[in-house]
Each structure stands twice: as structure tokens, then as C-alpha cells.
């Protein structure tokens, strides 16, 4: 089993910045080979997939709502994976989600990030 913790949210004002840490631990060797993501959830919509990681060879993708805004990254040695949330927007407002190896994977329990106007 792997066990995912996020944290880092919190209360920001529009333009501000964030940045979101999820920490593994348990089983992790299993997941080096999978991708690790950061997914979204705001009030009244579906979880969206904003960013995710290969955890061997770093390669990254974003949703388009969020690409040159946030940067998504991983520290190898920590079994760490960080989201830099830059300029940020009101409807970047969600409870941020951290995953490994998709919807059927690895969940941590979530971390609120409110940005207001």
C-alpha cells in the first residue's frame, strides 16, 4: 500500500501564489514507474486532472486551464511531489487531490485552496 499526504493550501488572493506538497510513503518503489498527478475539485463540478509527473524521467503535462500558471515537480529522494501554483484565478478554487497511477490508483485526502477576487 502507499499512503498520499497533501498539503500546502490555504487562502490566497487573486494573482498570489501557492505551493502544494504530497508526500508518499508505504510501497512506494512500486509507483516509479507510473505517473503521479494532481487533480481538482470544485463545488458543483467534476474532478478534473490539472497536472501530472512520470515519477522516472520527470516528463510533465498540464490541463490547458493551468498550463504556464503551474509547474508540477518531484524530489526523488523526499517521495515528494510539489505543485507551484503561480497567478493564481477565483476559479482555481477546488480541493486539490494528489494521485498516482490514475483514477483506479493512489489517492491522498486532499488539500482546500480558495483564491478570492
Known amino acids: 500500500q502507499v499512503q498520499l499526504v497533501e498539503s500546502g493550501g490555504g487562502v490566497v488572493q487573486a494573482g498570489g501564489s501557492l505551493r502544494l506538497s504530497c508526500a508518499a510513503s508505504?510501497?512506494?518503489?512500486?509507483?516509479?514507474?507510473?505517473?503521479w498527478g494532481w487533480f481538482r475539485q470544485a463545488p458543483g463540478k467534476e474532478r478534473e486532472q490539472v497536472a501530472q509527473?512520470?515519477?522516472?524521467?520527470?516528463?510533465?503535462s498540464y490541463a490547458d486551464s493551468v498550463k504556464g500558471r503551474f509547474t508540477v515537480s518531484r524530489d526523488i529522494a523526499k517521495n515528494t511531489m510539489y505543485l507551484q501554483m503561480n497567478s493564481l484565478k477565483p476559479e482555481d478554487t477546488a480541493v486539490y487531490y494528489c494521485?498516482?497511477?490514475?483514477?483506479?490508483?493512489?489517492w491522498g485526502q486532499g488539500t482546500q485552496v480558495t483564491v478570492s477576487s
Open positions: 509527473i512520470r515519477w522516472s524521467g520527470g516528463t510533465t
Open positions: 494521485n498516482i497511477n490514475g483514477v483506479s490508483g493512489y
Open positions: 508505504g510501497r512506494t518503489f512500486s509507483t516509479y514507474s507510473m505517473y
